[in-house]
């Protein structure tokens, strides 16, 4: 298969520089991609996903299959012309949100069945329909539809489900409309086994695909693991086709992975983070709900150069969230998008200039080191009145009606996990 083009441009170790080639244009690797889950990324616009410099964005199958479908889509244009983004796409199989609705799908070897988690309704997942809903979405990197094996998993199940997901890839393959410019990409299963890894890069290497994916990772195994699998599994692949670790992830599984091979990530963290007041920067993570960002006049990050950074203070952030304006959201997902896509531009300067181990182990020391702490409040803390002068009981009873309790104001609620927003919680995954 030839659909897309691969060029390595360059290498220091076992990381790659890279260019992908599709119909819509170059994807310079290693290369991030947003995730726009229902044909938009979430609080930004494409120009705007663009400013960031994104090449390509991540579709959901699962979600554009529901609403507004695949055949809407397509009588519209396709999801390049829908969403007003004339770069490349790449579209998950669906796979990974149908097999999340634990009890609403049953699995056999034809396809899943599931369940609309819109209106319960009844839908049939193929490989077959899962290629043709892609095409009529018309997305530049198809995906095949895969079981995304359970962590942790024995390895009798964790064979059977990547034997299953090898022969839903070769029934991908054969489904598959070949065009100049669309490519398809098998998905490397096998958990976390070393044999099994090494006989699913075997089997979809003998199918052909014009890419391969590291499928199974981020559900739960840590990062230690996770680059332990990356160590036995990326000799055995290709080295003159891209490599996509899906679902991939903090800045530092990024420059972990990449320093193992990797070529392409996506993920919904910059995103969903920022929307709930995470923000990622050169130092770690900043969760700007904390009070301690309330009389911070500095940006988010001084080296970065978004909107939020440039224009904003983190005080004024911080009062966005408090407010619960939605300019908030806004802004911090600008920023975490921004912050990814100038992390992957210094890695890529890095592995062409030669000097790549040297500049990933300056990021992950500064990212280690964390956030620096704002001079005092030069307001101060509101004053408590003296015993002699306090209130009378009534008025202190409503003074004391609605405590507001800021978020713990400690490195561990820096790092908290975010949670999605309630709207968010009921839906499968992005
Ligand atoms: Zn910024």
Known sequence: MTGIGFELLATEGRARRGRVTTAHGTIETPAFMPVGTAATVKAMTTDAVASTGAEILLGNTYHLMLRPTAERVAQLGGLHRFMNWDKPILTDSGGFQVM???????????????????????????????????????????????????????????????????????????????????????????????????????????????????????????????????????????????????????????????????????????????????????????????????????????????????????????????????????????????????LMRELRRAIADGRFEAVASALEARLAEGDVEATTDPLGKPPKPPKQNRPPKAEKATAAAKPETPPPDTAAAEAAPTAPTPAEKDAPHE
């Open 100 to 342: 999340s609705l634990a009890g609403l799908r049953t699995m056999s070897e034809e396809g899943v069945t599931f369940k609309s988690h819109l209106d319960g309704s009844r839908y049939h997942l193929t490989p077959e329909r899962s290629i043709q809903i892609q095409h009529m979405l018309d997305s530049n990197i198809t995906m095949c539809l895969d079981e995304c094996t359970p962590y942790p998993a024995t390895p009798a199940q964790a064979e059977s489900s990547m034997k299953l997901s090898m022969r839903w890839a070769k029934r991908s393959k054969d489904a598959f409309v070949e065009r100049p410019g669309y490519g398809l990409f098998g998905i490397v299963q096998g958990s976390v086994y070393p044999e099994l890894r090494a006989e699913s890069v075997a089997a979809l290497t003998d199918i052909g695909f014009d890419g391969y994916a590291i499928g199974g990772l981020a559900v739960g195994e840590g990062q230690e693991t996770m680059f332990t699998v990356l160590d036995f599994t990326e000799p055995a692949m290709l080295k003159q086709r891209p490599r996509y670790l899906m679902g991939v992830g903090r800045p530092s599984d990024l420059i972990g992975a990449v320093r193992r091979g990797v070529d392409m990530f996506d993920c919904v963290m910059p995103t969903r983070s920022g929307r709930t007041g995470q923000a990622f920067v050169r130092r770690g993570t900043i969760n700007i709900r904390n009070a301690r960002h309330a009389h911070d006049d500095r940006p988010l990050d001084a080296e970065c150069g978004c909107p939020a950074c440039q224009r904003y203070s983190r005080g004024y952030l911080h009062h966005l969230f408090k407010a619960n304006e939605m300019l908030g959201p806004m802004l911090l997902t600008w920023h975490n998008l921004h912050y990814y896509q100038d």
